[in-house]
């Protein structure tokens, strides 16, 4: 069972965010990398994985239940944030406590989300000028919880996965998705990467 702990650091804008957020998809061209290619994987059905190339040879790592994908929810019916097949299995009893059809908000206005058909059932508002999911807590506290340390949940969680599995500490990583990111979205990426001092190197598309 993985647990994600906030990080309060403040996100400062990178002078480099704006070239990377509009650099165009591409199709990645394979070659052989002298250092591990890292490649956290997010799918248009909610749910995510982590590719590592190296030697000429691509693994998709596994979970700690032995599956090679995810699924995208985070439950707060214990407290603190627990992600993965744990948090689903909440949804069913608590959905008021877990967030989950993530990627289908992160990055749109909510007036926007509002006017989604079907909308989505999370609860999402404006906090701070921030789009934050509303969660309820076991302390009958309603929590608001922004899209962008919702992001980071899920990178730590790859971040750690791949560090368990090679040993060392990362620093870079890809993203790929089987679905169009807005520059809105990217930005969401970048400042969850930043939380967790993790550089995105580019974003590419892959059906």
């Known amino acids: 069972m993985r ?3 906030d990080n ?8 480099n965010t704006s070239s990377i957020v509009n650099q165009p998809y591409y199709k990645e061209k394979e070659e052989v990398f002298s250092t591990p290619k890292i490649t956290f994987l997010f799918r248009n059905d909610e749910t995510f994985g982590v590719e590592v190339y190296q030697n000429g040879g691509t693994e998709k790592l596994k979970n700690d239940g032995g599956n090679e994908w995810t699924p995208m ?10 992600i993965g097949e744990s948090a689903k299995s909440d949804y069913r009893n608590f959905p008021n406590y877990v967030v989950y059809d993530i990627l289908k908000v992160i990055g749109k206005p909510v007036h926007v989300i509002n006017h989604m058909d079907p909308k989505p059932k999370n609860n999402i508002t404006v906090k701070d000028e921030e789009n934050c999911f509303v969660v309820k807590t076991p302390c009958a ?14 990178l730590k969680i790859q971040k750690e996965q791949v560090e368990k599995s090679l040993k060392t500490d990362i620093k870079s990583v890809f993203i790929s998705t089987d679905f169009a990111l807005t ?10 990467a930043s939380k967790l001092k993790l550089e995105i190197l580019s974003f590419a598309l892959n059906y």
């Open 3 to 5: 647990r994600f702990t």
């Open 8 to 15: 309060n650091s403040v996100i400062r804008k990178d002078s």
């Open 73 to 82: 929810y985070l439950s707060m019916v214990k407290g603190s944030p627990i």
């Open 141 to 154: 506290e309603d929590r608001h919880i922004s899209e962008e340390r919702i992001m980071a949940a899920f």
């Open 183 to 192: 520059d809105f979205q990217k930005a969401v990426f970048l400042k969850a």
